[in-house]
């Protein structure tokens, strides 16, 4: 089972700043690697799939970078919507699909 | 658009049986493969189970085998989650969800139900 750990696990920003979150596996997923949002309260929400490509709908300000083993998802200028938790995944090894155990982006 | 509707979940005793659905619309179920994911009350997101297309693959977490069993009717567009021997562990928002091609496993959930609650508490 490839095992997926983010940090950190909180992170404190200011609206209008940089946020950086990171995600590491266990071993090579490739670019594999899936980034979701979720707000309180609501589904999970795809952001970032294929480590680097943006979902439907999501905004710029959002981007993914990484492959193999280290991964990271830049807010590049917070809004308040973007308080949320974040969680990565891989799908390159299955089963079991992996979650990382998330990162709770939270206002300074 | 995609929909994915969860229903079914409640408050059941220990050792207890839950079924719960997902009801698909805005897109051919009959191709894709399914998914379940839960979330504990505070905690992470947890793959639970998958199964094929056409019901004839199915794979599951190392806690629920032997306990739930993911099942299809591409009639009635809907997947299922039968649960037994319910333990307090099991507790959490159980939500479907969908990988973004028909037929692959390689992929990640582009389409999220809203989940179902599942309290498992004497």
């Known amino acids: 089972e490839i095992v997926m750990a983010q940090s950190p696990a909180t992170l404190s920003v200011s609206p209008g700043e940089r946020a950086t979150l990171s995600c590491r596996a266990s071993q090579s997923v490739s670019d594999n690697l899936a980034w979701y949002q979720q707000r309180p309260g609501q589904a999970p929400r795809l952001l970032i799939y294929g480590a680097s490509t943006r979902a439907t709908g999501v905004p710029a300000r959002f981007s993914g970078s990484g492959s193999g083993t280290e991964f990271t998802l830049t807010i590049s200028s917070l809004q308040s919507e973007d308080f949320a938790v974040y969680y990565c995944q891989q799908y390159n090894n299955w089963p079991p699909w992996t979650f990382g155990q998330g990162t709770k982006v939270e206002i300074k | 658009q995609v929909q994915l509707v969860e229903s079914g979940g409640a408050v059941v005793q220990p050792g207890g049986s839950l079924r719960l659905s997902c009801a698909a619309s805005g897109f051919t179920f009959s191709v894709y493969n399914m998914h379940w994911v839960r979330q504990a009350p505070g905690k992470g997101l947890e793959w639970v189970a998958s199964?094929?297309?056409?019901?004839?693959?199915?794979y599951y977490t190392d806690s629920v085998k032997g306990r739930f069993t993911i099942s299809r009717d591409n009639s009635k567009n809907t997947v299922y989650l039968q649960m037994i021997s319910l333990r307090a562990e099991d507790t959490a928002v159980y939500y479907c969800?969908?990988?973004?091609?028909?037929?692959?496993?390689?992929?990640?959930?582009?389409?999220w139900g809203q989940g179902t609650l599942v309290t498992v508490s004497s």
């Open positions: 969800a969908k990988p973004p091609y028909s037929s692959v496993w390689s992929y990640y959930f582009d389409s």
């Open positions: 199964i094929r297309f056409d019901g004839s693959d199915k």
